[in-house]
Each structure stands twice: as structure tokens, then as C-alpha cells.
């Protein structure tokens, strides 16, 4: 069981759900990156509403249908960890935004498959 607990940093990525990476959700490339990193996990947001730099509102609203809605994708684990994956997410992140921001990690631990 992997423990994880005390200063850390939370990656958040913020992009729309119709990037891709070759054909690929990119939401999807960038967890299965993190995975094969090691990170401790990752976990994907599918956002109703938001706008980004263009300044364009997507929303999941009925009478406004979008095919581009906001996804966040959220992964926290040591400053180590973290910052050595960020070439990776540089590698395929060629739109959106991401930042990183020190957290301090009250209980963590993780055995299953709670996402």
C-alpha cells in the first residue's frame, strides 16, 4: 500500500474534450502517461460549462449543445514526482492550461481501485 502524506504538489490540467493526441482522447493520453510514470493517480473531470482563452462559453446546456466541453484532470503527488513528468505533459499538451501548486496531502494512501 502506497502511502502519501505532508507537502506535495497538486498538476492541474484544464483542456476541452475534443483534444486529442494521434486520434486519442488527450484527457486519456496524459492518465495513461501519468500511470506509466508511476504518479500516485489521476483522476479526469468532465466539466457543464466553462470558456477558456478564446473566450468561446461551452456549455452541456440542451439548447446549447457543445461537443467541446471543459475537462480537468487532477493528480497529486511528491514535488519529485510531479515535476519529473512535466516534460512528458509539455510533450502533448498543445492547447489548454496546467498549473501546479503546493498542497499539503492530510491522509493519503491507496491499494485499489478507487481512482
Do not use: C, K, N, Y
Not at 497538486?10 to 484527457?27: A, K, Q, Y
Not at 462559453?57 to 512535466?86: G, K
Amino acid at each position: 500500500m502506497m502511502m502519501l502524506t505532508g507537502p506535495a504538489l497538486r498538476l492541474t490540467v484544464h483542456l476541452g474534450e475534443i483534444d486529442t493526441w494521434h486520434h486519442r482522447p488527450l484527457h486519456s493520453e496524459i492518465v495513461h502517461r501519468a500511470h506509466a510514470a508511476g504518479l500516485a493517480g489521476a483522476s479526469v473531470f468532465h466539466g457543464v460549462e466553462g470558456f477558456g482563452a478564446g473566450s468561446r462559453v461551452h456549455t452541456s446546456r440542451l439548447l446549447s449543445v457543445s461537443e467541446d466541453l471543459p475537462v480537468m484532470i487532477v493528480v497529486v503527488d511528491s514535488a519529485e514526482r510531479v515535476r519529473a513528468f512535466l516534460p512528458q505533459l509539455r510533450e502533448v499538451l498543445t492547447t489548454g492550461l496546467a498549473t501546479v501548486e503546493e498542497v499539503e496531502v492530510v491522509h493519503g494512501t491507496a491499494g485499489g481501485d478507487e481512482g
